[in-house]
């Protein structure tokens, strides 16, 4: 469980586990909103762009496409 404490005070509000949290400090009155950092990869090799199917890379140019109406 992680720590979560008051950014402007360092007030312990509270411990857990968490996604996004706003909370307000009950001491100083900051809004404090925390996010979860993202993960690191467990298999950093699975990342290279050699692996990924060709569908989501491409390697063409732009040209000759047409722009969207609007």
Avoid: D, Y
């Avoid at 100083?28 to 467990?42: I, Q, V």
Wanted: proline letters at 10%; a positive charge.
């Amino acid at each position: 469980m992680e720590e979560i404490r008051c950014g402007a005070c360092r007030r312990k509000l509270g411990m857990g586990v968490f996604s996004h949290l706003v909370i307000k400090c009950p001491r100083c009155g900051a809004m404090n909103t925390l996010r979860a950092a993202r993960p690191t990869p467990e298999r950093p090799e699975r990342l290279s762009t050699e692996r990924v199917p060709h569908a989501i890379v491409t390697h063409h140019s732009l040209a000759g496409r047409q722009t969207p109406p609007g």
